[in-house]
């Protein structure tokens, strides 16, 4: 298996004038080609500080983060980065929200454009392509923020708890639908959550971090015998629990 | 209309009677206003020297469109508070990007915005009027004096209030600063700046105003101190009527202005 991502002792703090607040602590894990890997922790851990570090909106004060051996500030790799809230901007349409990244990155052509539809069509938002943001639902609205990533085509994705901002019954829908949708289009995903259950519905490993100053505490790989791997069908499972009690367990261990 | 239940005829039956008692009594104070002064003035109660009469100020009005000398005033008015308006939206935006940009900037000339902001700006204007001359720019700065520093603090501050989720989602899909002013500040900001315009025309015409009671030869300011000078207080009161259906005419346009960015955007 390739090695997409790599993170060496990987530290980072918050400076303020009252002091330091470490957030990171000699992390280090990599991730491969096509798998889901899902890190769990307490609210406040650093996850959302791990991401930004991955995407390279923050640089390490220590450590090395690689991705494909390259060192993050030389690679040219697309980073995906689905963010908790959807951030669809409300004087766009949603083809118009669809196409913000190309349009940044300056690859805004016919066929980027043919992808935009194709995505928005197979995803089932081809109706509301000229919609404003407002007029769809929370999920919809999810999907077309998961649009907004994929048409850039990442070989990297990275979610921040992008469905705690829904309520119950279409977070698991939503979550479903994504799952499925990722391990379609065979997308290499972190994703942060504070949700055990969604980690290990979603995940092929799940990694546990412990309160901050974040650091990993276990790693638990995640194995479900089904046909159809789907992440509802994944609940319905008695080793769902199981891993749900394990990851419960070391959790609450630690603190 | 035969489908309606009788609960929502009631309904706008009285959102109809309601707005039918608004348009009515509005209408009703003006009138009764205008007459009662026609009338005290008429009978001799109060002096129609000093007070003027809506007759007076009909008559003067028509005697200023058949000589033509109205329009001159009044288009020098609004010249000067629309070339000052527009040059402060202009300034005040740019200035505004400028200190969104560098926050070590913005930092740094905060307290002089600030002291600039709360100068009563008619002090100002005598000062102009030795550095520029008694011409029609002094009149154009001073109308941009009033507005302009406040305009570049309100601004400002709604360039920093907006959503930092969504600035973030701007450098995650590889943007950098111009992407975030470009693409999310400048739109998420359009109703601030729109209202902030609204605030501005009023500021302008107070500063033009103040102007040209100082340092114009023509001009609805000019002749309302000129007026005053002479004690012709039919002029003076048509000039202060002029004005209040000129601020409600550039406010008026700034209206259509939002109404169309609101279905534009």
Same mark, same amino acid.
């Not at chain 1, 851990?45 to 991955?54: D, E, H, P, Q």
């Given at each position: 298996?390739?090695?997409?991502?790599?993170?060496?002792?990987?530290?980072?703090?918050?400076?303020?004038?009252?002091?330091?607040?470490?957030?990171?602590?000699?992390?280090?894990?990599?991730?491969?080609?096509?798998?889901?890997?899902?890190?769990?922790?307490?609210?406040?851990?650093?996850?959302?500080?791990?991401?930004?570090?991955?995407?390279?909106?923050?640089?390490? =004060?220590?450590?090395?983060?690689?991705?494909?051996?390259?060192?993050?500030? =030389?690679?040219?790799?697309?980073?995906?980065?689905?963010?908790?809230?959807?951030?669809?901007?409300?004087?766009?349409?949603?083809?118009?929200?669809?196409?913000?990244?190309?349009?940044?990155?300056?690859?805004?052509?016919?066929?980027?454009?043919?992808?935009?539809?194709?995505?928005?069509?197979?995803?089932?938002?081809?109706?509301?392509?000229?919609?404003?943001?407002?007029?769809?639902?929370?999920?919809?609205?999810?999907?077309?923020?998961?649009?907004?990533?994929?048409?850039?085509?990442?070989?990297?994705?990275?979610?921040?708890?992008?469905?705690?901002?829904?309520?119950?019954?279409?977070?698991?829908?939503?979550?479903?639908?994504?799952?499925?949708?990722?391990?379609?289009?065979?997308?290499?995903?972190?994703?942060?959550?504070?949700?055990?259950?969604?980690?290990?519905?979603?995940?092929?490993?799940?990694?546990?971090?412990?309160?901050?100053?974040?650091?990993?505490?276990?790693?638990?790989?995640?194995?479900?015998?089904?046909?159809?791997?789907?992440?509802?069908?994944?609940?319905?499972?008695? =080793?769902?629990?199981?891993?749900?009690?394990?990851?419960?367990?070391?959790?609450?261990?630690?603190? | 209309?035969?489908?309606?239940?009788?609960?929502?005829?009631?309904?706008?039956?009285?959102?109809?009677?309601?707005?039918?008692?608004?348009?009515?009594?509005?209408?009703?104070?003006?009138?009764?206003?205008?007459?009662?002064?026609?009338?005290?003035?008429?009978?001799?109660?109060?002096?129609?020297?000093?007070?003027?009469?809506?007759?007076?100020?009909?008559?003067?009005?028509?005697?200023?469109?058949?000589?033509?000398?109205?329009?001159?005033?009044?288009?020098?008015?609004?010249?000067?508070?629309?070339?000052?308006?527009?040059?402060?939206?202009?300034?005040?935006?740019?200035?505004?990007?400028?200190?969104?940009?560098?926050?070590?900037?913005?930092?740094?000339?905060?307290?002089?915005?600030?002291?600039?902001?709360?100068?009563?700006?008619?002090?100002?204007?005598?000062?102009?009027?030795?550095?520029?001359?008694?011409?029609?720019?002094?009149?154009?700065?001073?109308?941009?004096?009033?507005?302009?520093?406040?305009?570049?603090?309100?601004?400002?501050?709604?360039?920093?209030?907006?959503?930092?989720?969504?600035?973030?989602?701007?450098?995650?899909?590889?943007?950098?600063?111009?992407?975030?002013?470009?693409?999310?500040?400048?739109?998420?900001?359009?109703?601030?700046?729109?209202?902030?315009?609204?605030?501005?025309?009023?500021?302008?015409?107070?500063?033009?105003?103040?102007?040209?009671?100082?340092?114009?030869?023509?001009?609805?300011?000019?002749?309302?101190?000129?007026?005053?000078?002479?004690?012709?207080?039919?002029?003076?009161?048509?000039?202060?009527?002029?004005?209040?259906?000129?601020?409600?005419?550039?406010?008026?346009?700034?209206?259509?202005?939002?109404?169309?960015?609101?279905?534009?955007?």
């Amino acid at each position: 298996m390739k090695r997409i991502l790599e993170l060496e002792h990987v530290h980072y703090a918050y400076h303020t004038p009252e002091g330091e607040t470490p957030a990171l602590t000699d992390l280090t894990f990599s991730v491969n080609a096509g798998e889901f890997l899902a890190i769990v922790g307490p609210s406040g851990c650093g996850k959302t500080t791990l991401l930004s570090l991955i995407a390279g909106l923050l640089t390490p =004060e220590k450590g090395q983060i690689r991705i494909y051996q390259k060192p993050l500030s =030389e690679s040219t790799t697309n980073i995906g980065y689905m963010l908790q809230h959807d951030e669809l901007f409300e004087w766009r349409t949603i083809y118009q929200n669809v196409l913000l990244g190309l349009e940044i990155q300056h690859m805004l052509n016919a066929s980027t454009r043919q992808h935009a539809h194709e995505l928005l069509e197979t995803y089932g938002l081809k109706q509301f392509e000229n919609a404003r943001p407002s007029e769809l639902s929370g999920g919809m609205r999810q999907r077309a923020a998961l649009i907004r990533t994929l048409v850039l085509k990442p070989d990297l994705l990275l979610l921040d708890e992008p469905f705690s901002a829904l309520d119950y019954q279409t977070r698991l829908n939503v979550g479903d639908d994504i799952g499925q949708i990722l391990r379609k289009e065979k997308k290499t995903a972190i994703l942060v959550t504070h949700d055990l259950s969604e980690a290990i519905s979603l995940a092929d490993r799940v990694i546990i971090l412990s309160r901050r100053p974040a650091t990993i505490h276990q790693t638990i790989p995640i194995f479900f015998d089904l046909d159809n791997d789907t992440p509802l069908n994944r609940r319905d499972t008695p =080793e769902f629990k199981s891993y749900f009690k394990l990851i419960w367990k070391e959790m609450n261990e630690h603190e | 209309m035969n489908n309606l239940s009788t609960g929502q005829k009631n309904y706008l039956h009285q959102r109809r009677q309601h707005r039918r008692i608004v348009s009515f009594s509005r209408i009703l104070i003006l009138a009764g206003f205008l007459l009662l002064w026609e009338a005290t003035t008429a009978a001799g109660i109060i002096d129609s020297f000093i007070f003027s009469s809506p007759s007076a100020i009909a008559q003067c009005f028509f005697r200023m469109i058949l000589d033509k000398s109205i329009f001159l005033h009044l288009s020098v008015t609004l010249y000067e508070t629309i070339l000052s308006f527009l040059l402060v939206t202009i300034f005040s935006i740019l200035a505004a990007v400028l200190l969104w940009f560098s926050k070590k900037l913005s930092e740094i000339l905060d307290p002089f915005l600030v002291v600039l902001n709360s100068l009563p700006k008619s002090a100002l204007a005598p000062l102009l009027i030795v550095w520029l001359g008694a011409n029609q720019t002094t009149v154009i700065v001073a109308g941009m004096s009033v507005a302009i520093f406040g305009s570049i603090l309100n601004l400002y501050t709604s360039f920093t209030t907006v959503d930092p989720g969504k600035i973030k989602l701007i450098y995650t899909l590889g943007g950098r600063r111009l992407q975030a002013l470009s693409k999310v500040v400048l739109p998420s900001s359009i109703p601030s700046i729109i209202s902030n315009m609204k605030v501005n025309i009023g500021l302008c015409l107070v500063g033009v105003i103040i102007g040209e009671f100082l340092a114009a030869r023509s001009g609805l300011g000019y002749l309302i101190i000129y007026s005053s000078q002479v004690f012709k207080m039919d002029w003076l009161l048509m000039s202060i009527v002029l004005l209040c259906i000129m601020a409600m005419g550039l406010y008026a346009i700034i209206n259509l202005l939002e109404k169309w960015c609101i279905r534009k955007f």
